[in-house]
T-cell receptor, first 113, second 113 residues
Framework: GAVVSQHPSWVICKSGTSVKIECRSL??????MFWYRQFPKQSLMLMAT?????????EQGVEKDKFLINHASLTLSTLTVTSAHPEDSSFYIC?????????FGSGTRLTVV | GENVEQHPSTLSVQEGDSAVIKCTYS??????FPWYKQELGKRPQLIID?????GEKKDQRIAVTLNKTAKHFSLHITETQPEDSAVYFC????????????FGTGTRLTIIP
């Protein structure tokens, strides 16, 4: 079946630094990638939708200058959390539309100290 | 936009009994309703889905029912086992636009041995 590889699985960074998270579709072309954030014991909240070759669409309340999304190829989408702060600590998950539904990455646990 | 409500937030059942989780959605244009199981720190795993042209779908111990008129759908797990313990999320997808999923708030299911 379809596989989305997400890296890193966990990262700890200092406040003020930037962190890049990558999602790759391994055996299919993902023209659309969805980025979610999940706080402990909460649901998945869609942050933005990235489309290959065009600008991402951000959900209301998500700062596009803080969460930079790049989808330069049909197999790679990246999320960069810029100037990270402790309140950005969360579980970030990507998801790609595949032939039959949606495939999720394994998630990235971001801790900002 | 779409709004998905999910109940209950927690559910405990004796091993072997059935579990039912219910979701309602707001957008009558939604046409795809997946259910995901998520274990702690892991990616959501699709367990069953249903499309708007079908009223019920079953896969072994798991079934989903959809009432388009009332805009609600339910997950039924029969003969529950300890490994069914997890958080379950319902979701709905709109019939247009970028096909994003809107998730319910989740149900923590605990199977009591």
């Amino acid at each position: 079946g379809a596989v989305v590889s997400q890296h890193p699985s966990w990262v700890i960074c200092k406040s003020g630094t930037s962190v890049k998270i990558e999602c790759r579709s391994l055996d299919f072309q993902a023209t659309t990638m969805f980025w979610y954030r999940q706080f402990p014991k909460q649901s998945l909240m869609l942050m933005a939708t990235s489309n290959e070759g065009s600008k991402a669409t951000y959900e209301q309340g998500v700062e596009k200058d803080k969460f930079l999304i790049n989808h330069a190829s049909l197999t790679l989408s990246t999320l960069t959390v810029t100037s990270a702060h402790p309140e950005d600590s969360s579980f970030y998950i990507c998801s790609a539309r595949d032939r039959i539904g949606y495939t999720f990455g394994s998630g990235t646990r971001l801790t900002v100290v | 936009g779409e709004n998905v409500e999910q109940h209950p937030s927690t559910l405990s059942v004796q091993e072997g009994d059935s579990a039912v989780i219910k979701c309602t959605y707001s957008d009558s244009a939604s046409n795809y309703f997946p259910w995901y199981k998520q274990e702690l720190g892991k990616r959501p795993q699709l367990i069953i889905d249903i499309r708007s042209n079908v009223g019920e779908k079953k896969d072994q111990r798991i079934a989903v029912t959809l009432n388009k008129t009332a805009k609600h759908f339910s997950l039924h797990i029969t003969e529950t086992q300890p490994e069914d313990s997890a958080v379950y999320f319902c979701a709905a997808r709109e019939d247009f636009g970028n096909e994003k999923l809107t998730f319910g708030t989740g149900t923590r299911l605990t199977i009591i041995p």
